[in-house]
C-alpha cells in the first residue's frame, strides 16, 4: 500500500517517468538544464537513470544503496512517497538528456581549456610556437609542409624564453598570443616604412638628376642656353623665367 505524502518536485526537477508525456521544447535533450540532468542524490550527472513508484528518478546506483538493507515502505529521497517494492524502471527520456548534457560539459571543458586558443584551421589547441613564422600553432600544423622545416618549440618554452628577455606580461600562452600579433604589426610598419623610404629615395634620386641637369643647362653660353629654351618651349614646356 502506498502513502503519499507529497506530490511536490523539488524546483526546476521534472518528474519523468515512463509514462510521462513527450519532452516540452525547454526540456529538449539538445539544451538540458542543469537540474534535469543531475541525480538529487549524488548531484552529478545521472549514471543510469532510473524511475521509480512516484516517477522521480535516479541513478541505479544511487537509490540502490539509498535503499539497501530495505525490504519495503521504499521512501523516495526527493518527495518521500513510499512504496511497497522496490520498482526501477529505467527512463530513456533522461538517459538521452543526461547523454546531451555530458557531450555540452566535454565541448564547454575542451573551450576553458583551449578557449580562444585554437587553430582557427584544425581546432586543435596552440600548444607550439613557430619561431620562424612568429605564430602559435597546433600539432597539426607542425605536421604539415608549411612548417615542417621551421624552428617550433612548445608555448611554454616560448613563453619562458620571452619572460627571461623582461616580457613579464607575455608570460602565458594568451600573453604570448598578444606577442605574436604585436610582432607581426611591427613587422608590417617595418616593411611599410622601409618601402616608403625606398619610394622617397628614388623620389630624391631623380629629383637630383633634373636639378643637374638645369645646372648644366644654365651654365652653358647664352646661345646654348636660347636654343635649349627655344627647344623646351616647342615641346611645349617654357621652364622658369
Known amino acids: 500500500m502506498r502513502q503519499r505524502r507529497s506530490s511536490q ?4 526537477v521534472p518528474c519523468l517517468s515512463s509514462s510521462s508525456s513527450p519532452l516540452p521544447p525547454q526540456v529538449s535533450p539538445l539544451y538540458p538544464k542543469p537540474d534535469e540532468s543531475c541525480c538529487s542524490i549524488c548531484l552529478e550527472i545521472f549514471q543510469d537513470p532510473v524511475s521509480i513508484h512516484c516517477g522521480h ?5 544511487c537509490i540502490t544503496r539509498t535503499w539497501e538493507g530495505l525490504t519495503t515502505n521504499f521512501s523516495c529521497p526527493q518527495c518521500r512517497e513510499t512504496g ?3 520498482s526501477l524502471r529505467p527512463n530513456r527520456e533522461l538517459a538521452n538528456i543526461s547523454e546531451a548534457a555530458k557531450s555540452l560539459n566535454l565541448q564547454r ?3 576553458e581549456e583551449g578557449g580562444d586558443n585554437l587553430c582557427e584551421k584544425h581546432q ?5 610556437f613557430c619561431q620562424s613564422d612568429k605564430r602559435l600553432i597546433c600539432t597539426v600544423c607542425d605536421r604539415s609542409k608549411v612548417h615542417r622545416d621551421h624552428s617550433v618549440v612548445p608555448v611554454d618554452e616560448a613563453a619562458q624564453e620571452y619572460k627571461v628577455r623582461g616580457l613579464w606580461m607575455f608570460r602565458d600562452t594568451k600573453g604570448l598570443k598578444v606577442l605574436v600579433l604585436l610582432e607581426q604589426l611591427d613587422s608590417e610598419i617595418t616593411k611599410a616604412h622601409e618601402e616608403i623610404l625606398q619610394r622617397l629615395l628614388e623620389e630624391t634620386t631623380s629629383l637630383g638628376t633634373l636639378i643637374g641637369e638645369m645646372e648644366r643647362t644654365y651654365q652653358q653660353p647664352d646661345l646654348e ?3 635649349v629654351r627655344a627647344q623646351a618651349f616647342q615641346a611645349g ?3 622658369p623665367p
Open 57 to 61: 528518478s535516479f541513478c541505479r546506483s
Open 9 to 12: 518536485c523539488w524546483p526546476d
Open 225 to 227: 642656353l636660347l636654343k
Open 237 to 239: 614646356w617654357e621652364g
Open 84 to 86: 511497497d517494492q522496490m
Open 124 to 128: 586543435e589547441p596552440l600548444k607550439l
Open 109 to 111: 571543458d575542451r573551450e
